[in-house]
């Protein structure tokens, strides 16, 4: 499933799209206006995408408060006690959203795995790496692109996980 967006002309700069150029890597750019607390319901409408292919960018914490980035599906979330299992934490937790921006240099609604502030360990759910083609934050809120999963597997080197909860 691949994805266009005739009504972006204009490249659009950010932290991670410097970090997918420095890699070579191929993708479409996907603006879309912004809602507080909107969420992938809102960009996956937008664009007229499925949700599920639609990949939020999460910061979470583990009990020694060191952050970590985890990558979902827009329409599952995240079983907090299954990740902290699976990376051996007693506890993992999502950021406050001051922290959130602190830890990864984007505000929270435009966060990418791309041009991370802090170094961090990135998870993915292992059902992303099954699609084609998948939008995902480029840096700024309102702002998506498109790439083939595998992609992110080769640029951000996430761990693989299983910790999706059907909504």
């Not at 079983?79 to 505000?107: F, M, N, W």
């Amino acid at each position: 499933m691949g994805f266009t967006n005739d009504a972006m002309t204009k490249h659009t700069e950010t932290p991670a799209t410097v970090v997918l150029k420095q890699h070579h890597v191929v993708y479409t750019e996907h603006v879309y206006e912004y809602v507080e607390h909107g969420g992938t319901a809102v960009s996956s409408a937008s664009l007229g995408v499925d949700e599920h292919h639609v990949v939020k960018t999460l910061i979470f914490e583990d009990d020694a408060k060191k952050p970590l980035c985890v990558l979902m599906h827009g329409d599952r979330k995240v079983s907090t006690k299954e990740l902290a299992r699976q990376i051996g934490a007693k506890r993992v937790a999502p950021c406050k959203p001051e922290d959130a921006t602190r830890h990864s240099g984007y505000q929270v609604g435009g966060c990418s795995p791309f041009g991370l502030r802090k170094p961090m360990p990135v998870y993915i759910e292992k059902t992303i790496l099954d699609l084609e083609t998948v939008l995902i934050n480029g840096g700024k809120r309102g702002f998506l692109v498109g790439l083939p999963p595998q992609e992110i597997s080769r640029v951000v080197q996430p761990v693989v996980v299983a910790v999706a909860l059907v909504d």
